[in-house]
């Protein structure tokens, strides 16, 4: 949390190597347990984001996938929920009503951006995010039924 604050405390390289030990942690003292006593599990945000704004900074985001399969579970479903960059950074504003973070700038939403669509894997399913949002939820209801079947 400390590296939120002050990103410049360390390298690139460094932030990296943080996020996958941190990650690593979270799989063997949280879902590595859950998935042993048969727990679904849930999670907002994974290494598909980890890979995404790490390569936005610059890493290779492949590379960043392959490290985390060699000891991630694999999600049975990942939803995407695309947005345009520009539309992504007007509701941060009018949701937060705080100032937007380096990452929550446009040009970074859209590196980002770019960088999820190019990430396939297939357990990926997108929605599309500028549907109204009982759109949404219900184009998320029928991918999580989907599985469930």
């Known amino acids: 949390r400390q590296l939120y604050i002050n990103r410049d405390s360390v ?18 003292t949280l879902l590595h347990p859950a998935m042993a006593e048969g727990k679904i599990i849930l999670s907002d945000r ?45 509701r941060l504003k009018n949701f ?16 980002v951006s770019q960088i999820f669509k190019g990430i396939n894997r297939d357990y990926i399913k997108r929605v599309d995010g500028v549907k109204n949002i009982n759109e949404v939820h219900a184009s998320i209801m029928v991918e999580i039924n989907r599985l469930c079947r």
């Open 46 to 90: 994974y290494y598909l984001s980890t890979a995404a704004y790490q390569g936005a900074a610059g890493h290779n985001p492949e590379a960043i996938m392959q490290i985390h399969e060699e000891f991630a579970p694999h999600p049975d479903l990942a939803i995407i929920i695309e947005l345009p960059p520009a539309e992504a950074v007007l």
């Open 11 to 28: 390298s690139q390289e460094e932030e990296l190597d943080l996020f996958i030990s941190d990650r690593r942690e979270h799989v063997n």
């Open 96 to 111: 937060r009503e705080e100032e937007l973070n380096a990452f929550e700038q446009e040009d970074s939403v859209n590196r």
